[in-house]
């Protein structure tokens, strides 16, 4: 579903909103997550409301700015920053949230983010992240649901979160949107961690099929199936030119195939047929 050029300019009196943030860096395997995120961007005509001051939360040693140039005598200089956008997606407003994850005064940075979010009033807030796992590249990539408080993992069929350990800013922000009461779900993606090279198109791909099933409403994927078959067919060709990793790889599919269960497939199968459906009606 395309971005409506009426969308609203500020963060107020949205219709039934939602929000989807993404940050990169230690929590975005693959970019998976912030690769969603940009791709939510283009295919809601989302506009950029705001961005922080990137002075503010950046090491620009670890995360340099960026010069590109349209001609030779034209150049750019792209700041990294978190910026908030506002498109639409199936009706709805959607908010958009994406940047690196900060170097420095993380509390002040999600005091920012959660003071816009008073102005939003979400419906619900996804929290994209992507993790290395022990998951081969061949079958779909597994994408982890949770959500921030038992009540809504009941409703939407996810599990609660029980993480303990160290975390990063995506973990931080789940927990201030969910102490703030804004119902929250984060969703992981699993990265095949012997794939060493970014982006993962397939991780991708995986969380915008995951964000289209839980909001009930197609998104359009443009090429993402495309450069998801293309990355599997890349890997799978340098796998296959390293013996070890091809018995790694193979073990993995056969410990995968082992643990689904036949109800899995069956669900997997209903999914896809609910999303054929969205497009069709979208």
């Not at 199936?225 to 073990?251: H, K, M, N």
């Not at 995968?256 to 209903?270: F, K, R, T």
Request: with cysteine; proline share 7%.
């Amino acid at each position: 579903m395309t971005g409506d050029t009426n969308r609203p300019r500020t963060l107020r009196d949205l219709v039934d909103p939602i929000v989807v943030a993404a940050f990169s860096g230690w929590s975005d395997a693959g970019v998976a997550a912030s690769h969603a995120v940009e791709h939510l961007l283009a295919v809601c005509n989302a506009d950029t409301l705001f961005e922080l001051d990137p002075d503010d939360f950046y090491d620009f040693q670890v995360n340099r700015p960026i010069i590109s140039r349209e001609t030779p005598t034209d150049s750019v200089l792209d700041w990294p920053t978190t910026s908030v956008s506002v498109g639409r997606l199936g009706g709805r407003d959607v908010v958009l949230i994406e940047g690196p994850e900060p170097n420095f005064r993380w509390r002040a940075f999600i005091n920012q983010l959660m003071s816009a979010l008073r102005s939003v009033e979400p419906a619900m807030v996804l929290v994209l992240g992507a993790v290395l796992a022990d998951t081969p590249h061949s079958r779909p990539i597994p994408v982890d649901g949770t959500a921030g408080d038992l009540l809504l993992a009941e409703k939407l069929g996810l599990d609660a979160s029980t993480y303990e350990g160290p975390t990063g800013i995506v973990g931080l922000f789940a927990k201030a949107c969910t102490d703030a009461g804004h119902p929250t779900v984060s969703l992981w993606a699993a990265v095949p961690h012997y794939v060493s090279q970014s982006p993962c198109p397939k991780a991708t791909l995986a969380l915008v099929r995951r964000l289209e099933d839980l909001l009930d409403a197609p998104i359009e994927q443009g090429d993402l199936p495309e450069l998801s078959r293309a990355w599997e067919r890349g890997v799978a060709e340098l796998a296959s030119d390293d013996a070890e990793i091809a018995e790694y790889v193979a073990g993995l599919e056969q410990e995968q195939d082992e643990s689904d269960l036949p109800q899995a497939s069956g669900d997997a199968i209903a999914a896809e047929f609910m999303r054929y459906l969205r497009r069709r009606d979208g």
